[in-house]
């Protein structure tokens, strides 16, 4: 099989010829691997981030399940707005800092929070100002120039998947598990809660219009993704059930329906998502399944308890294995893995969330290897 046979057989509950391996390196390793400081990625997009990506699973070999690393946004459903303006308020060797703005009225109306663009880490997306001493409406900026503009929409999602090819799946985002992400988030659902039901209500509506937009298209995306990152790190489990839960059953429920899988990806505690997902709502996979203490999951457990109804993915720890481990370790915490869900199918290889930066090749040559042969299913 190639990776995108191996990963449509087990996303299906079938056995596919050994266990897929998908190591999760969305950002830092491949903006690393092109050997250009990352604001030219992530800023001046000179090659944007998901083709460094698919360039690196190419390189390492391994069966990559995309799951939303790059934006598909439809003007037709007001997804891109063409008013606002994005510029330079400050900038050194080490960093860029931009700041958004829109004219109405002929004023400014400048964002209240930046962009930050490193020379060797990704970027950090909105930053108070006044954090890192700038003022909330810059005195001085310079036009962002050099920015290469690649296609949207359809045109987009056909480039991707054409780079991809046979090398994996390729996930395109529609709805969300988050609509607390911040502290202040917290501060303000505990103030007003109706806001937030408010905000889930229209979340819902346009979610559906988008799953029906991205069914409606000649090249479709081959799964959908409607997770977010930390799902139960700023929401309960309680707060999770009455704001998120309805958005992904809505859209696992159409995914279903449609015959595409669905995908959650959610760092952080999971194990009550884990069960609520499996036994309410239609969703296929879900990761990264962390291990204390980011995380709070049992890989051996959940496939006991879930493995039957959801496809699990994870979760090597990725500093104290991937990242600081040697090769022996990488391949002991591998079979382990492998020994703890693989059983029966329905189980990802991966890691707890993404590989930092500088974790060695060597180490995730032989993730791959080891799912490749101890991962070897029997036919």
Avoid at 116 to 134: F, Q, T
Avoid at 307 to 323: D, E, F, Q, Y
Wanted: net charge negative; charged share 25%.
């Amino acid at each position: 099989m190639n990776s995108r046979e191996r990963l449509q057989t087990v996303l299906a509950g079938a056995l596919p010829d050994s266990v897929p391996v998908a190591p999760d390196i969305s950002n830092m390793i491949p903006a690393k691997r092109t050997g250009m400081p990352f604001w030219d990625i992530y800023l001046y997009e000179k090659i944007p981030i998901w083709k460094a990506y698919i360039d690196s699973v190419k390189h390492f070999g391994f069966d990559s399940l995309m799951d939303g690393y790059v934006n598909i946004a439809f003007d037709e459903l007001g997804e891109i707005d063409h008013d606002i303006k994005q510029v330079i308020v400050s900038k050194d060797e080490e960093r860029i800092v931009t700041q958004r703005y829109k004219l109405t009225g002929g004023q400014k109306q400048w964002e209240p929070t930046v962009q930050v663009y490193y020379a060797a880490d990704p970027p950090s997306w909105g930053v108070n100002p006044h954090k890192i001493r700038l003022p909330a409406t810059p005195d001085r900026y310079e036009e962002l120039r050099g920015r290469v503009i690649h296609p949207n929409g359809e045109a987009l999602l056909k480039w991707v998947k054409q780079e991809m090819g046979d090398h994996g799946l390729v996930g395109v985002f529609c709805g969300t598990s988050c609509l607390l992400n911040s502290e202040e988030d917290i501060l303000e659902y505990s103030d007003d809660p109706g806001k937030f039901h408010e905000r889930r209500d229209r979340l819902l509506e346009n979610c559906e219009k988008r799953f029906h937009k991205l069914m409606s298209l000649e090249t479709k995306p081959d799964f959908i993704c409607t997770g977010g990152s930390g799902t139960l790190v700023f929401q309960s489990p309680a707060i999770f059930r009455e704001l998120g839960l309805p958005i992904v059953q809505k859209i696992t429920a159409l995914c279903k329906q449609h015959g595409i899988p669905s995908h959650v990806h959610s760092c952080g505690p999971e194990t009550e998502l884990v069960k609520m997902l499996a036994e309410e709502s239609d969703l296929t996979v879900i990761d990264p399944l962390e291990v204390p203490p980011m995380g709070d999951s049992n890989l051996r457990e959940l496939k006991k308890l879930y493995g039957g109804r959801l496809v699990l993915k994870g979760n090597l720890h990725t500093t104290n294995v991937m990242l600081y481990g040697s090769v022996d370790d990488v391949v002991k915490a591998s079979r382990q893995a492998i020994d703890d869900a693989a059983d029966g199918g329905r189980f990802i290889l991966s890691t707890g969330d993404q590989c930092g930066r500088d974790t060695p090749e060597e180490n995730l040559f032989a993730m791959i290897e080891t799912a490749r042969t101890y991962g070897k299913y029997k036919s």
